[in-house]
């Protein structure tokens, strides 16, 4: 009978041992893991088409906090820092073993400026994102957009359309103009303005492209507006010499 304690108790003591070297193992290996001197993310790798970033800045982006570890690091945590620059719009991340961590990054596509003479420093998406940034990173010419601030996206949608048609005619918008009551000024980059009004907009937009051959033969100043807020016909000012 005593043997047979002895082997139960010596039985139960090596289980007992094996239970706690497996939970102290698992300890031990958990701190490890979260350990960023143990597994340290060493190697960042940036993707993405930039234009108006570069890749030192993506990394700028992430330095002012410690990644962790590979295993500790949180890519939700890591992607939203990334976000929160004014020129990332959309990033995402993932890791891969042992020690990369790979980010791919696609910018804001400015539109236009945006309420220029209030807001320097911002600009607009097509899909009417306003952010704002140092503009010293702006190469190309980028029409100047104004409105309500409540009404950015519709302030863009006017803007995309007399754009657009008014491109295919061969004139270039450089500035439009939402006012409060929703009535749409047009700047051509020749110096023409349009008055275009709340209504028709396309519609009084075509009706000068096709009276446009004729304003010019008949042109004796450089013109200043035409005013488009009629059923029919315009009316042209001509700039004073």
Do not use: C
Request: proline letters at 4%; a negative charge; glycine letters at 6%.
């Amino acid at each position: 009978m005593a043997a047979v304690r002895w082997q139960f108790w010596l039985g139960f003591s090596f289980f007992i041992s094996v239970i706690v070297g497996a939970i102290a193992g698992a300890v031990s290996l958990y701190y490890v893991a979260m350990d960023a001197n143990e597994v340290p993310l060493k190697r960042l790798v940036v993707q993405g088409e930039l234009h108006y970033l570069d890749r030192t800045e993506v990394r700028q982006a992430l330095a002012g906090e410690p990644l962790g570890s590979f295993f500790s690091a949180d890519v939700d945590v890591i992607r939203q820092r990334l976000e929160a620059h004014p020129w990332i719009a959309q990033a995402s991340v993932r890791k891969e073993w042992p020690d990369i961590l790979r980010v791919f990054v696609v910018e804001q596509q400015p539109l236009g400026h945006w309420n220029e003479q209030q807001r320097p420093n911002a600009l607009v998406t097509r899909d009417g994102t306003v952010f704002e940034v140092d503009k010293t990173e702006i190469d190309v010419l980028l029409p100047k957009l104004f409105g309500p601030e409540h009404a950015v996206k519709e302030t863009v949608e006017q803007y995309q359309q007399v754009h657009e048609l008014l491109e295919l005619n061969g004139h270039t918008v450089v500035a439009l103009t939402l006012t409060e009551r929703f009535a749409v000024d047009v700047e051509l980059m020749s110096g023409i303005k349009l008055h275009i009004g709340r209504e028709g907009l396309l519609e009084r937009v075509q009706r000068f492209i096709d009276l446009f051959p004729t304003i010019i033969r008949h042109q004796t100043q450089p013109i200043d507006y035409v005013d488009l807020r009629y059923d029919t016909g315009v009316a042209v000012a001509w700039k004073q010499s």
